[in-house]
């Protein structure tokens, strides 16, 4: 059985951030791999798996548009702060003159739709898990084609939802959905590609802290060893870049068919 799954994505709005362009954020001029990264663990994700992103396919490649809106410039405090001391946590008050509401503008892209097609891979975590590979990658598709998810996804900034559905055959679905395929292509120029090495994803991510997970296991007792999926490494991001150019309206993505840029290499 093949464990790749492919998706179709479309929405509205779209804005993949240039990490040098954070406060009037500027998008890239299509969608990243971390961002179909993203859309596809919010559709389903467990310790146990990882997704490669394969290709990214453009059906509509969007159009520019700029616009500005109410944003922030103070961040949320941390709950243990107002714990200790609530007199000084101060409130986010956005709007109406306040102090720490500010207008930014941001440069999106406008009605945006592509083919996602990824690889699906089991972590070390999942290694010793009952469920195999082909498991999980049938209660991916499942899902894809009920059109369920964990959370809503997003083209980039959780304004900006996305729809998705099931794909069988994308080479099929982008010769239907965009006639002009052949012939499109585009030098991207050097592009985020992810802020977690695709290694570090294989050995699987620290989610719980170690206070966290001895209360768990404590409180799990004899069911403690059911707790390896709380296991992994603790990864701390760091952005890669690699060299995008679209060929033929796919944009190739597997970290073992992209050039990266200096020694970053997700592969």
Not at 96 to 104: E, I, V
Not at 206 to 223: F, N
Request: overall charge positive.
């Amino acid at each position: 059985m093949s464990h790749f799954v492919s998706l179709r994505v479309w929405g509205d709005h779209a804005c993949f951030t240039r990490p040098e362009m954070k406060v009037e954020r500027v998008s890239y001029a299509m969608m990243t791999p971390s961002a179909a990264r993203g859309i596809l663990e919010a559709i389903f994700w467990e310790p146990q798996i990882y997704y490669l992103i394969d290709t990214i396919r453009v059906i509509k490649k969007g159009r520019w548009f700029s616009f500005r809106r109410n944003e922030v410039t103070a961040v949320i405090g941390a709950i243990q702060s107002w714990m200790k001391s609530p007199e000084k946590v101060s409130y986010i008050e956005a709007g109406g003159g306040a102090a720490d509401g500010t207008q930014r503008n941001m440069l999106a892209l406008q009605e945006v739709e592509y083919l996602i097609t990824a690889e699906v891979r089991l972590s070390q975590l999942g290694q010793s898990s009952p469920h195999g590979l082909t498991k999980y990658t049938e209660e991916i598709k499942r899902r894809l084609a009920q059109g369920k998810c964990f959370h809503r996804p997003y083209f980039g900034v959780r304004e900006f939802a996305a729809d998705f559905e099931f794909i069988e055959n994308p080479e099929a679905e982008l010769q239907t959905r965009n006639p002009h395929w052949q012939g499109q292509h585009e030098d991207l120029g050097l592009m985020l590609y992810d802020v977690f090495d695709a290694n570090a994803r294989a050995e699987g991510f620290k989610w719980l802290t170690d206070a966290e997970r001895e209360a768990l296991s404590a409180a799990a007792g004899k069911k403690a060893k059911n707790l390896l999926r709380y296991q992994g490494h603790i990864i701390k991001p760091q952005a890669a870049f690699f060299h995008a150019q679209i060929e033929n309206a796919t944009l190739q993505c597997h970290p073992e068919r992209v050039r990266f840029a200096g020694k970053q290499t997700p592969s």
